[in-house]
């Protein structure tokens, strides 16, 4: 190796020295697939009102539990399957959305609509016994 070759190696080398470990580390595939969950709500007690009429929603232990109709609910992973963020639901369009980039799932199964998501989010089950709601999954 010449001269000119050895000082083109080491000034690529010390380049990549030089960047920060944490762009490394974000670009390692985080797992968003959702909690296991099993728990019950009692719909009588005021923290989970919402859940007392159509299109009410909560998220709770890791999941986004919606009222779908007056007999079905819907438990989706309440995490952004893209990068992590935090989803809200939007009763007039029956979909989840993500605030941070724009993805959308449909609130029923919880298939990408739109959006950077690669995946659909982790469906639950839910099964409504009087005012207990068990979810599991």
Known sequence: ??????LKNSAALCGLALIPS????????????????????DLSQ???????????????????????????FSVLSATCTHQGCQLGYNSGMSKV???????????SNGSVLGGPAPTALKKYTATL????LTVAG
Do not use: E, W
């Open 97 to 107: 959305t993500c605030p941070c980039h724009g993805a959308s799932f449909n609130a």
């Open 1 to 6: 190796m010449d001269r000119k070759d050895f």
């Open 46 to 72: 005021s923290a989970n009102a919402a859940l007392n009429s159509v299109g009410g929603s909560l998220a709770v232990n890791g999941v986004l539990i919606m009222r779908l109709d007056p007999s079905n």
């Open 129 to 132: 016994n009087g005012t207990i």
């Open 22 to 41: 944490g762009i490394i580390q974000s670009c390692k595939k985080q797992d968003y697939s959702g909690p296991n969950v099993n728990f019950t709500l």
